[in-house]
């Protein structure tokens, strides 16, 4: 194997031009498995082809994604073709389908660029791993003639089925096509799903077109606490605050993620976080009125009430609204945080829970889940909640997403229950990223440095046979403190790098060379308009990899 070099670069610009750009080096964010660099470069050009091999219909998406990439800089996108044979000066695309779904092979070398993936989800991976070889000026559109990209082989699949991201659009709303951005920064790190949490107690931000004033009431809080939660003095703004999505806007952007392999995972919250629900319809809550949205963050005592049959009607209707905006295999329906305090002076639920022959108020929350899970089951889907929906009891088919640490994730698959790691310990974006709070924007507390984020280690003590139940990690960006999506990008970027990393190649992390590979990462978000924080750049770490160690066997595979 021969590594990439500053004097390869030199006779690159020799052979081409002075027009050739040529990229730097090789830094794929996250790793690949295996990587092999050989004598050589590729041309690209305008006269380059995409050659399909493959007739599959989706393999036009991941396509028109890399000519779109390439349009502004050279004028023009690609011509597509179809041929069962490879060309030159081409990049030849194949679907195999001995490959894994997520799994493919870019190679490069002189004469041609050859993708094969075991999925069109899979080639698209593979060009948004073509796309890092390609210099950042290209994202802002740099007028080239020519390319340079070093001969290589890339061999590559991740670690863990699924890769999340979540937005809270509740506490504050952006809009369509803010989100569309977040969409965009997942896909750039090969994530493979967006949790989309769409109701809590300070909004609910999805039309339900038979619920109106879910949106017309629910969606809009009279203001919003200014500063930190503790901050007393600090007051309100006393300005209205509101905004959600229409199923039109829903559809648009469900479709905008599946063209870029993005499942979208909605979280209608229950039965914690419905204060926007109660104020809507206050026949949902136990007490039955006087509910107002709240205007400031933390717990709401006010939370649904199990003990009435029209609650649960009210959820059948809402999630199957949602499932047919949603095709998502699961539908995260939260059970986190719910305070117990108005069920045990309920007449109605003190009545549920004996007429189900249940322990305790922890068994009526869990006779709750499990009675929504059985509907959604019954649609042909499953559940996902955060890990207080273990109290109480729980089906084997729910998953559970660990947040409280990952203690709860833990449990779970001992328990036998799929288990996504979110721990706020090292998965929490809303955190500060630093200790010096003067110089950084309001957070909720904390401080989670991107170091710490990229030792999240998904398997903590577990044994080999519970580890097969941990099915992926997930970023999470509450919003309380986050106005601005200007805000939201410097709040996940970098960090979602390294939890990108650490659910597709957590086998081989190492950070010196991560902080290596960030380098080009960091410009690339700066071409891309997007805010990152630049802390990691200052802080290098002791030991930096050599190209040699940066580079895997290839038998690695």
Known sequence: M????????????????????????????????????????????????????????????????????????????????????????????????????????????????????????????????LRQLLPVSIEKGAKMKLISIPAVVIKDKPDFAYRGGMLDVCRHFFTVAEVKKYIDILSLHKMNTFHWHLTDDQGWRIEIKKYPKLTEVGSIRNQTKVGNYSDEKAGYDNTPYGGFYTQKQIKEIVKYASDKFITIIPEIEMPGHGVAALTSYPYLGCVGKNYKLRETWGVSEEVYCPGKETTFQFIEDVLTEVMNLFPSEYIHIGGDECPKGEWEKCPLCQKRIKDEGLKNELELQSYLVLRVEKFVNSKGRKIIGWDEILEGGLSKTATVMSWRGSKGGIEAAKRGNHVIMAPNTYCYLDYYQTGDLKNEPLGIGGNLPIEKVYELNPYQDLNAEECKYIVGVQGNLWTEYIATFDHAEYMILPRLAAISEVGWALNRKDYPDFWQRMQSMMRRYDALGYRSAKHMLKNKPKVVCTPAQNSMPIDNL
């Open 2 to 129: 021969k590594h990439f070099a500053g004097h390869f670069l030199l006779s690159a610009f020799l052979l081409f031009s002075s027009n050739v750009v040529a990229v730097e080096n090789i830094n794929i964010i996250p790793k690949p498995l295996s990587v092999a660099v050989q004598e050589g470069a590729f041309a690209l050009s305008a006269k380059t082809s995409i050659n399909l091999l493959s007739a599959d219909a989706k393999l036009k998406l991941s396509v028109d994604f890399f000519n779109d990439l390439l349009k502004k800089t050279f004028s023009k996108g690609l011509k597509v073709g179809e041929s069962k044979n490879l060309k030159s000066n081409a990049i030849n695309v194949n679907v195999n389908s001995l490959l894994g779904d997520e799994e493919y092979t870019l190679a490069v070398d002189n004469k041609q660029i050859t993708i094969e993936g075991g999925s069109p989800k899979a080639v698209f991976y593979a060009f948004q791993t």
